[in-house]
T-cell receptor, first 114, second 108 residues
Framework: SQTIHQWPATLVQPVGSPLSLECTVE??????LYWYRQAAGRGLQLLFY??????ISSEVPQNLSASRPQDRQFILSSKKLLLSDSGFYLC?????????????FGPGTRLTVT | DAKTTQPNSMESNEEEPVHLPCNHS???????IHWYRQLPSQGPEYVIH???SNVNNRMASLAIAEDRKSSTLILHRATLRDAAVYYC?????????FGKGTRLSVIA
């Protein structure tokens, strides 16, 4: 069976510090991978998605970036965090192609920027 | 992606059926209708999806209108654990784009 891991579960970082969140998927190959963010009391915002190694699509302009160094690894990064980067970060995967396939979410990382 | 319209909130009594509506009048012929739900402090979880025919699974049923311009998620017997935000999403192409959904409250 497939499993998706995210770490850390919670993180408190000062403004201006770097960020690295990691997501890995087990039990499948060549998945589509996604990063979403949910600010407090807000909806889910798609940040990045990837259909393969090194292929990243960005949905919104911001100070975040994503990388996919391996087939089942997806990393979200920032060089300098802003207060507005606080939120609940969720990684997800789906089979490729993904139109009719379910999307599975990880447990999330709750980031607080102080 | 085509847009969906859902009520902001709904309330149900425990052990009663719940019908969550979704309007998607601009749906295209190849769009799938997906439903997800998000429990407090968790990521969304897949509930059900369909294209044209009604669908049933262990969690819920999905009733799709003949013209596909609307659909209804049916929870046959609501429990307290079903209290969540329910999202109706059309997938014209990956990835999923979440709207505001319907916040379902279940009263004991």
């Amino acid at each position: 069976s497939q499993t998706i891991h995210q770490w850390p579960a919670t993180l408190v970082q000062p403004v201006g510090s770097p960020l690295s969140l990691e997501c890995t998927v087990e039990g499948t190959s060549n998945p589509n991978l996604y990063w979403y963010r949910q600010a407090a009391g807000r909806g889910l915002q798609l940040l990045f998605y990837s259909v393969g190694i090194g292929q990243i699509s960005s949905e919104v302009p911001q100070n975040l970036s994503a990388s996919r160094p391996q087939d089942r690894q997806f990393i979200l990064s920032s060089k300098k965090l802003l207060l507005s980067d606080s939120g609940f970060y969720l990684c997800a995967w789906s089979q490729n192609p993904g139109r009719s396939y379910e999307q599975y979410f990880g447990p999330g990382t709750r980031l607080t920027v102080t | 992606d085509a847009k969906t319209t859902q009520p902001n909130s709904m309330e149900s009594n425990e052990e009663e059926p719940v019908h969550l509506p979704c309007n998607h009048s601009t749906i295209s012929g190849t769009d799938y209708i997906h439903w997800y739900r998000q429990l407090p402090s968790q990521g969304p979880e897949y509930v059900i999806h369909g294209l044209t025919s009604n669908v049933n699974n262990r969690m819920a049923s999905l009733a799709i209108a003949e013209d596909r311009k609307s659909s209804t998620l049916i929870l046959h017997r609501a429990t307290l654990r079903d209290a969540a935000v329910y999202y109706c999403i059309l997938t014209g192409n990956t990835p999923l784009v979440f709207g505001k959904g319907t916040r379902l409250s279940v009263i004991a």
